[in-house]
């Protein structure tokens, strides 16, 4: 993740907090991945192994932590605010999402909880060492922490950060998407469209619950950057 941009996020998230937060409101529903190919996943871990540069091995294992941000932030938040968003999000999409990465650290003998030491081998051991809302990323640490804040003050807040996560998500994506593409690493470049994918999904669901909230703009209403009417939906 960039870390201008991710300075950038908490520093906008405490301006809001201190400010104050918005209040509830409707419930959405919001769905998890629709039409996500687990037979393309599987194909992916299962193909030959590219050569990887380490750059794109650090992309994967930052990922991961990414991931379970994503997961975990949902997950904590529902159980303040029940929306219904966050927990179907999680339990039906975010899970994939972590198990994909996993497999392909595994794939890799990467290690995922010592970032960025990611030549370690993949130690199982250690990720059970990793709570919820415990990252080895310290960056990620910092941004779930701002996020939770943020996402248990109300039912709005927690769809908002919904959009942030997201966007972030597809922004870190795009980037390492290029990264995979240039060392024509295909399995890689599966196993993160198959993400990014995801993430547009979870982005329409997080904007339609904040309609349904008389949020009028939905994401959009957090600003410039978290405006994507050009994420593809489905």
């Not at 907090?17 to 918005?22: K, R, V």
């Not at 990887?52 to 091995?57: G, H, I, K």
């Not at 807040?157 to 240039?182: F, K, P, S």
């Not at 060392?183 to 469209?193: P, Y």
Request: aromatic content about 8%.
């Amino acid at each position: 993740m960039n870390k201008i941009l991710l300075k950038s996020i908490t520093i906008t998230l405490l301006t809001a907090i201190l400010i104050g937060c918005g209040s509830g409101g409707e419930k959405g529903q919001g769905n998890g991945d629709i039409g996500a190919s687990d037979a393309l996943v599987d194909a992916a871990i299962a193909s030959e192994k590219s050569t990887l540069t380490v750059e794109l091995q650090d992309s994967i294992t930052f990922m991961y932590s990414e991931e379970k941000l994503a997961k975990e932030i949902y997950l904590n938040l529902y159980a303040i605010q029940s929306v219904k968003q966050l927990t179907n999000i999680a339990n039906k999409s975010e899970v994939k999402h972590i198990d994909a990465v996993d497999r392909l650290a595994i794939k890799y003998n990467l290690n995922t909880t010592l970032y960025p030491d990611t030549t370690i081998p993949y130690d199982a051991t250690a990720l059970n060492t990793f709570t919820s809302g415990k990252f080895p990323v310290v960056e990620i640490q910092e941004l779930y922490d701002v996020l939770y804040e943020k996402g248990i003050q109300s039912e709005k807040d927690a769809l908002e950060v919904g959009c942030l996560v997201e966007v972030t998500d597809v922004e870190d994506l795009d980037r390492y998407i290029i990264q995979a593409t240039e060392a024509n690493a295909t399995d890689v470049l599966t196993i993160f469209n198959f993400l990014r994918d995801g993430s547009y999904n979870h982005y329409w669901a997080f904007n339609k619950g904040l309609t349904n909230q008389d949020i009028a703009d939905g994401c959009c209403s957090l600003g410039a950057d978290y405006c994507h009417p050009e994420y593809p939906q489905k």
